[in-house]
């Protein structure tokens, strides 16, 4: 994997280090270690994204398998990880990785600023990348992917890149914030990585002083960075909202914040690889997305988005994971599209998300999206309470944008003009039946609403 360009003024700044894209091809965070990692399964748990950009870099093509292992993944976990990936070698800066993994080697990246002048060795392997994502368990799966997958959305440079600075609220160790880096490092354009260490207010106006042209992040990641008194800051060219599903009140206020900027909503997941992006500014999709997006197959299924292309991954590791795509090299996204009136379709939710209420079904997802239009809702979050009599009922979390010292007959007002829209816009049995207001919203170090399903 190499940088295109002019590398030497082009760096990935992150909120710790940074360093240039030539430097990240010409040196080594491996240190004297780097010979010892050839050919082997190599998991990369480090502290920094910098870090781990600069052990990805070099060991592409010179690893047989590189596992990614995010921050925010419960190191009791990385014996399971290490066990199902067959690893062999940990790179790691943490001081809490178990180091005694049997047959397992330990290195510690060297320092960033003593990465210089290192020889470039034979890149020999086609590397798999191995990524974590969510299990019902708990313990995460681990989904294969090559460079091929990784990068089979990624358009090739062109002139208009030479002012183009990118920038991602998601983390690089998961696949939205990979495809970032990916798109970054492929076009040699200038990359600001988020940390968890820092506040929304603080990545933005470090983004800002970089002068981020174009900036990813999930729905939920845009909301709270709308609350944010430092959104103005920055002054996007492009902005891409994907991981969740994207509603007309999100764009509509990015819209609003950035008139200047190209806004889209992409659909990607870490099994199926990035599908499509929508560019019109509308929530949902037309169906000639479905039908006749260029290298991509797409089908519905019950319901069920499937996805076959060149951008998806092999395969699970594991010894009892299921088959990662079907018979006909389908994989099953579980989210469910819905053709309505406007002659699109829409995102309904998650298939594993369902609300039962007296044998009806409720997407929390389209309750949110219509909750979610009131003028005075930043967010929310739509989920279930246990009833003796239906089985469940369904109960809703807003954010408001009203300050939260606003009169008791405001907020009143307010509850009752949300369920009023409600019940407009939703059969009864998804209708709240009841609205909290709360002060913030779970967001998972994904990006996503924190749901629980009970």
Known sequence: MSAAGDLSARSVFGAEAGITWSDLN??????????????????????????????????????????????????????????CAAVDAIVSDLTTVERD???????????????????????????????????TTGQPKLVVHTFASLTGAIEARNAAADRVVWSTFYDIRRYGGLQIFLRAALTGTPLVLSSAQESTADFLARAASHGVTHISGTPSHWRRALMSPAAPLIKPDYVRLSGEIADQAILNQLRSLYPQARISHAFASTEAGVAFDVRDGLTGLPPSVISSTPQVEMKLENGSLRIRSDRTALRYLGETTPPLKDEEGFVDTGD??????DHRYHFAGRRDGVINVGGLKVHPEEVEEVINRHPQVRMSLVKTRK?????????????????????????????????????????????????????????????KLLRRHA
């Open 101 to 135: 993994i049997p047959g397992v080697s330990c290195f510690a990246p060297s320092s960033l600023t003593t990465m210089r002048g290192q020889a470039t060795r034979d890149r020999s392997y086609q590397t798999e990348w191995v990524l974590l994502t969510s299990g």
């Open 387 to 447: 009833n003796p009599v239906t089985g469940a009922l369904v109960v809703a979390d807003v954010v408001l944008v009203i300050p939260s010292g606003t009169a008791g007959n405001d907020v009143r007002k307010l509850h009752q003009d949300i369920l009023r829209l409600c019940r407009e816009e939703l059969p009864s049995h998804k209708v709240p039946a009841a609205i909290n207001f709360v002060a913030a919203l779970a967001v998972a170090e994904t990006g």
């Open 336 to 341: 469910i599209l819905e053709l309505r009136g």
């Open 26 to 83: 010409t040196g080594t965070v491996l240190g004297g270690h780097g010979s010892e990692l050839c050919g082997r399964s190599v998991l990369l748990a480090t502290q920094t994204q910098v870090t781990t950009v600069a052990a990805l870099t070099e060991l592409d093509g010179f690893a047989q398998r590189i596992v990614l292992f995010p921050h925010d993944v419960p190191l009791k976990y990385l014996p399971f990880v290490a066990r």
